[in-house]
């Protein structure tokens, strides 16, 4: 399995646009995974359906698209094929680096939530007036794509990005009636939820107890589990179990390293712990998840 990072795709020649912090592909029949196979993407995806209808499959898990649509990926998520259910499926593709998110401007919202619910629920339907606006956000940058570069031209882009994420947290609210908390203890609590998930991803589920991240992030376990459950819904030790496992079914799914190995790169103490863990999780031993068992 291949991992796709933005510095990669510099020098693919079915990328449209890409300017170091993100990159645009309109056509689907571009896919990396159609080229490579299953391929893990070290940036957010957002993926808009225009037309037809289409399957997407991330970590694992098939998801259907269809006409004014929107598919979210987290980074990380492993991309593994894509199928057209109708001849007219079309996509276009935002990526957008991590590091994008790390900008001032996400430090005043309580957005971690939103982020998370993305995380569970990828697939997000769009209205008709979030569709004229957003197709404004992609006019505009199209048209700064084509036009002669200032020297602000990747600011300039990167704030059309961030118009875009805060659009599609907007419909995240829709959904899931998330109220936005401003206050300077909310805020204080959205950077250490932040920091705690970019942890997650940092170690990709070999830190598996809350005390490690709690050290990590200079807080009690207590303080780090009262602001994760109040901001996510979930227990601290729950994310923590879920990152580890997705990293366990990356490898079980998208590899041919042995069992034991994935163990110990894990940092599991023992194969019949690693054993144990799985199956609590997934309800099946390593060996028969593998099987498809």
């Not at 227990?235 to 110990?264: C, F, G, M, N, W």
């Not at 940092?267 to 609590?280: C, Y």
Request: proline fraction near 3%.
């Amino acid at each position: 399995m291949k991992r796709i990072s933005i510095e990669y795709l510099k020098n693919e020649d079915y990328v449209d646009y890409i300017d170091g912090d993100l990159f645009i592909i309109e056509d689907v029949e571009k896919l990396p995974t159609i080229k490579m196979g299953a391929v893990e993407v070290e940036a957010i995806i957002v993926i808009f359906c225009s037309a037809g209808v289409g399957q997407v499959t991330m970590n694992g898990t098939r998801h259907q698209l269809k006409r004014n649509q929107l598919l979210l990926g987290m980074p990380h998520t492993v991309y593994s094929n894509y199928m057209k259910l109708t001849d007219n499926f079309e996509v276009k593709i935002l990526g957008i680096a991590t590091r994008a998110l790390n900008s001032s401007v996400f430090m005043t919202k309580n957005i971690w939530k939103n982020f998370y619910f993305l995380l569970n629920n990828p697939v997000l339907d769009v209205g008709e007036k979030e569709l004229d606006l957003l197709s404004h956000y992609y006019e505009l940058a199209n048209m700064k794509i084509h036009n002669e570069r200032s020297p602000f031209h990747q600011a300039i882009m990167m704030s059309l990005v961030h118009c875009v994420i805060f659009e599609l947290l907007s419909l995240t609210n829709k959904v899931e009636s998330i109220d936005f908390d401003e206050s300077e203890q909310s805020s204080q609590s959205d950077v250490l939820f932040r920091n705690f998930l970019e942890l997650l991803a940092e170690h990709e589920g070999r830190v598996r107890s809350v005390q490690e991240y709690a050290d990590m992030l200079y807080v009690s376990p207590k303080y780090l589990s009262a602001v994760v459950k109040q901001l996510s819904g979930r227990t601290a030790l729950a994310l923590i179990h879920e990152t580890t496992i997705h990293a366990i079914v990356r490898q079980l799914k998208y590899t041919d390293k042995p069992i034991k190995e994935i163990s110990e790169e894990m940092g599991f103490p023992s194969l019949s712990f690693f054993g144990k863990f799985v199956k609590t999780q997934l309800g099946v031993s390593p060996k028969k998840f593998r099987r498809g068992e």
